[in-house]
């Protein structure tokens, strides 16, 4: 049952769904957290930081009750003792609501009541209520620290006082500094077969500014004894949340100040939130009433690049002052400051900005405001950002495909690929060339990882065109928000197009760019090499130059590896070897055997020698191998089965083509010296055959 208030009170905001705000800011600092489990034994869990707090409550709050101690214990304390809590942020009532003697009948009763008491002994009312399943909570929160030994004085006045009005609380819990509280987010298991989430509720319509010396002389004026000094102020800070309730005191003036104070609390916000936030977001500067606010919203959420103008404007037409738990201007205040913003809060009462006119046109962010933008996320760490376009690209049977389904499942399953850590997402893998293999290549991949591929992988083996605005965006609302979509291949899902013109190519980007912003993820496409793989990606120069991320496959002879040809703000050009393993899938019903095969990594490369130093070998090496590879003669003298070879002459030919800075008469010369210390560190090996002919292999 709710814990809101009811009468003729403001609607308040959204129970926060989020259990890193209360261990952080109703309560701070190190504490433990303790858990009852179902053999009734109490377990404690010291924590630095919410942080850690958080990663061990993710591991407790689905099976056990978790509490956490209210006060700020010392360093290294591991036990919650009231000589271990240094300080404490705020006062707290524990009320029952068992509908037993002695108790409330339920939340609504127990808040109506505190509401009372407030009303009656003009104290301060609480600025946070929790429904912890059976019973309300309320706390006092302020912005500094209160010593123990202050707040012992106070909270035994606290207790004086709710005891002298008859508050049905726990007055054991109002007046200890160990004592342990449920954190929102979990469940309350009095009743294992039906547990009930414990909801931190902020109360706006309840809250009032207040400060630690307004509290106590409240107190002590309640109590009758002598008023304690007070001017109206303590020169404390309010708390983020006493800022909040000020501010939504009233709607803004729509004055060109207040504009410039939205846009700056938007500076500090990512428009590529989860949705739900940005929904927020929007609906709290909607909630200014500012005459430019839909100018001010679109424009910052255009600069995300999930932006979708038409979500935009389903998302802004939908907004409702009027509605219950509607969003308000407050939202913004509370997620701005939660993001770093420091600065003014618009009011009713700001004076006009010395300028006239329009907002300016343009942006300035300064140091704060620039620091301040959200760190760059990835899906696939140091390759492949979260959103964004992307490639994998080889020459033909390079493997690029296994590779690409390969990291299609290991994002779905959030698996680390390569050592490069994956986030879990979503992946539509739309398979345009051997479709009808499909099954044998996810039935290979599972018995070569001895696991199954997860329900997050999906796939798609029909015909796909990129330049079909009605088919984008038909695959669009199929797939997953967020996720990562991949397209095997480019040249398969542009039928018809030429792909060195840069107009169709303009089409095919303009294609994938749209499927982007409609799933707000990653699209990835996998594409041939031209006919000479050195320069890349086959088509027009547009394509690499619009990609955030690209990887590249090479494959000389039975070797095989994939390096990362771009890389957004990262690292690129380290290769990682990889290899094909052919796997058995028994028998069709010929009696023939069937095989396919599933990319890994090539552990056995961990022993391949190191690259040349020297620039004129390494220019060298690059050469032949790309020589090597387009070569059809293989297996000479004395090289191992497959194994793609050069004659010595047709390799310092190759290497002497790679060494346009040295004079032309010494440039032979200079490739041979390469070539003979490339055979002496290992990287080609080299062989006589049966007429004395001197072949190279790698």
């Known amino acids: 049952m709710s814990a809101y208030p009811t009468a003729n009170e403001a609607v308040p905001l959204e129970p926060i769904a989020n259990s890193e705000f209360f261990l952080g800011d109703v309560r701070r600092g190190p504490g433990v957290l303790c858990t009852l489990d179902e053999g009734g034994i109490w377990r404690q869990y010291p924590f630095a930081d919410p942080e850690d707090a958080l990663a061990r409550l993710e591991v407790l709050k689905d099976t056990r009750d978790v509490f956490v101690t209210m006060g700020t214990l010392r360093e290294g304390a591991r036990q919650r003792t009231a000589d271990n809590v240094v300080s404490l942020c705020g006062f707290f009532a524990d009320l029952d609501c068992h509908g037993a003697d002695g108790d409330y009948a339920n939340v609504n009763e127990a808040s109506l009541a505190l509401r009372s008491f407030c009303q009656v002994t003009a104290l301060p009312k609480p600025d946070y209520l929790v429904s912890s399943g059976h019973g309300l909570h309320a706390h006092w929160t302020f912005y500094d620290p209160i010593p123990r030994d202050v707040w012992q004085e106070v909270a035994n006045d606290l207790k004086a006082l709710m005891m002298a009005h008859g508050l049905k609380a726990d007055h054991q819990v109002t007046a200890d500094p160990a004592r342990v509280l449920r954190v929102p987010c979990t469940y309350n298991y009095r009743n294992r077969a039906e547990p009930v989430e414990v909801e931190l509720l902020p109360i706006p319509s309840l809250a009032e500014p207040t400060t630690l010396t307004e509290f106590r002389s409240a107190l002590s004026k309640a109590l009758g004894k002598p008023a304690l000094p007070y001017s109206g102020h303590s020169g404390r800070s309010l708390s983020p949340l006493m800022r909040l309730v000020v501010s939504r005191q009233e709607v803004p003036a729509d004055t060109p100040e207040n504009v410039e104070l939205v846009r700056r609390m938007l500076d ?158 979503p992946v539509t893998y739309i398979m345009l060339e051997g479709e009808g293999a499909l ?115 090479e494959r000389n002879g039975p070797s095989r590896s994939w390096s990362a040809a771009k890389v957004k703000d990262g690292e690129d050009g380290k290769q990682m070897p990889f290899k094909l393993n052919v796997i058995d899938l028994g028998t069709d019903y ?109």
């Not at 690259?611 to 390494?618: D, H, L, M, V």
Request: hydrophobic share 40%.
């Open 268 to 425: 500090y916000l990512n428009p590529d939130t989860d949705y739900h936030e940005w929904r927020s977001i929007v609906w709290g500067v909607a909630a200014t009433g500012l005459g430019s606010a839909h100018d001010v919203a679109q424009e910052w959420s255009a600069r995300g690049e999930k932006w979708d103008p038409k979500v935009f404007d389903r998302v802004w037409s939908s907004f409702d002052a009027s509605r219950d738990n509607a969003i308000g201007f407050s939202t913004l205040v509370k997620l701005a400051r939660a993001a770093g913003y420091e600065g003014g809060i618009p009011t009713a009462a700001t004076t006009a900005l010395a300028y006239s006119g329009a907002p300016p046109r343009f942006r300035l962010l300064d140091r704060a405001a620039i620091m301040a933008q959200p760190p760059l996320r990835w899906r696939l760490k140091g390759i492949f950002p979260e959103t964004g376009i992307g490639a994998i690209y080889g020459p033909s049977a390079s493997g690029k495909s296994f590779l690409g389904l390969d990291l299609g499942i290991s994002i779905a399953l959030g698996d680390a690929w390569f050592g490069h850590r994956s986030y879990a997402a």
């Open 439 to 553: 099954r044998n290549r996810i039935e290979a991949w599972e018995k070569h990882n001895q696991k199954q591929v997860p329900s997050g992988f999906r796939a798609m083996a029909q015909p796909f065109a990129l330049a079909d605005s009605t088919q984008v965006d038909e695959l669009g609302a199929l797939v997953p928000s967020g996720g990562v979509v991949i397209i095997d291949t480019l040249n398969r899902a542009a039928p018809g197009l030429d792909e060195n013109s840069s107009q169709d190519m303009g089409l095919i980007l303009a294609g994938m760019k749209r499927l982007q912003e409609i799933t707000r993820g990653l699209v990835l496409i996998v594409h041939h090499t031209g006919k000479d793989a050195s320069k890349g990606l086959r088509g027009h120069s547009s394509l690499f130059a619009a990609l955030d991320g690209v990887i590249e496959v």
């Open 590 to 698: 010929d009696g023939d055997p069937i095989v396919s095969c599933a990319a890994g990594p090539d552990t056995g490369a961990i022993f391949k020698v190191k690259e040349p130093t020297g620039a004129n070998q390494r220019a060298a090496l690059k050469a032949i191998q790309r020589a090597l590879s387009v070569s059809t003669t293989i297996g000479q003298a004395g090289a191992p089965q497959g194994s793609r070879c050069l004659t010595i002459e047709a390799a310092i030919a190759e290497a002497a083509h790679a060494l346009p800075a040295v004079e032309k008469k010494r440039r032979t010369q200079r490739a041979r010296e390469a070539v003979q210390g490339l055979v002496s560190s290992g990287h080609l090996r080299r062989g006589l055959d049966d007429v004395g002919d001197e072949w190279v292999w790698l």
